[in-house]
């Protein structure tokens, strides 16, 4: 099956410093690709829809600023937190839609990155 | 609208019960996907079925087995002769055959207890 890789699977940082994460599609094209944030003991949300080529489009309440996100090619999107404090430590996972399939039927996960912000 | 309702927030069973994880949906669309994943203690979602909206067989994969009724909305997972490595977090999730929105439900937390 198809498979999603993210990177890093675990990170620390300082308060103020920011972290980018990977998501790449490793045996498929993805056109569209998402952003999800899931707090302890909670469901996942959807943070952003990643388009190749184009600008993110975020959920409401989601700051833009401080989540920046680029596609800047078909198997890679990368999400990065600015200025991370505290409140942002979270468990952050991406998802990947095969471009082949144009419905959510193919859409694969990644395995996640839990940001531990200090 | 679209929802996932998984009503069952935690369950604890003892090794070798059958369980069932219920799940309900709500949507508009005549072709969707529905979901089962599952959610280990190391975070990763782990796919276990996809099941698309004129599929109605219910299907059984070794000791999983999956009831979809779309009479009542209702895409229900069992797990029978349930082992320690069942413990997790299963979420149900429903996506619509075009759009961006992949709806979870709020997981249910299952224990197994050896």
């Known amino acids: 099956g198809a498979v999603v890789s993210q990177h890093p699977s675990r990170v620390i940082c300082k308060s103020g410093t920011s972290v980018k994460i990977e998501c790449r599609s490793l045996?498929?094209?993805?056109?569209?690709m998402f952003w999800y944030r899931q707090f302890p003991k909670q469901s996942l949300m959807l943070m952003a829809t990643?388009?190749?080529?184009?600008?993110?489009?975020?959920e409401q309440g989601v700051e833009k600023d401080k989540f920046l996100i680029n596609h800047a090619s078909l198997t890679l999107s990368t999400l990065t937190v600015t200025s991370a404090h505290p409140e942002d430590s979270s468990f952050y996972i991406c998802?990947?839609?095969?471009?082949?399939?144009?419905?959510?039927?193919?859409?694969?996960f990644g395995s996640g990155t839990q940001l531990s912000v200090l | 609208a679209q929802k996932v309702t998984q009503a069952q927030t935690e369950i604890s069973v003892v090794e070798k019960e059958d369980v069932t994880l219920d799940c309900v949906y709500e949507t508009r669309d005549t072709t969707y996907y529905l979901f089962w994943y599952k959610q280990p203690p190391s975070g990763e979602l782990v796919f276990l079925i996809r099941r698309n909206s004129f599929d109605e067989q219910n299907e059984i994969s070794g000791r999983y087995s999956w009831n979809f009724q779309k009479s009542t909305s209702s895409f229900n997972f069992t797990i029978t002769a349930s082992q320690v490595v069942d413990s997790a977090v299963y979420f149900c999730?429903?996506?619509?055959?075009?759009?961006?929105?992949?709806?979870f439900g709020t997981g249910t937390s299952l224990t197994v207890i050896p």
């Open positions: 045996d498929f094209q993805a056109t569209t």
């Open positions: 999730a429903l996506t619509p055959n075009t759009g961006n929105q992949f709806y």
């Open positions: 990643s388009n190749e080529g184009s600008k993110a489009t975020y």
């Open positions: 998802s990947a839609r095969d471009r082949e399939g144009a419905t959510n039927e193919k859409l694969f």
